[in-house]
């Protein structure tokens, strides 16, 4: 079963590693980060590969069945 996770912006923008922490999809920031380099995680359907990717108000993150919407 997949889970949209919506997280709210507390600034201009977030991370996507922290996004992952932020939204409980990765436990940890290693977590995070080995997902992220191992390819699991797709933003606004392309597989990104950086952790500190900037995240802002309407972008999509998917990792397995769950999906992070970014609002403001």
Known sequence: MSE???LRLK???IRLGQALKA???AQSG???KYMI???LVQVNGETE????RKL???DTVDCGEDQIHIIG
């Open 4 to 6: 949209i996770i919506e």
């Open 11 to 13: 600034g201009e923008y």
């Open 23 to 25: 939204a409980a999809i």
């Open 30 to 32: 290693v977590d995070a």
């Open 37 to 39: 380099q191992d390819g």
């Open 49 to 52: 590969t950086r952790r500190g």
């Open 56 to 58: 802002h108000t309407g």
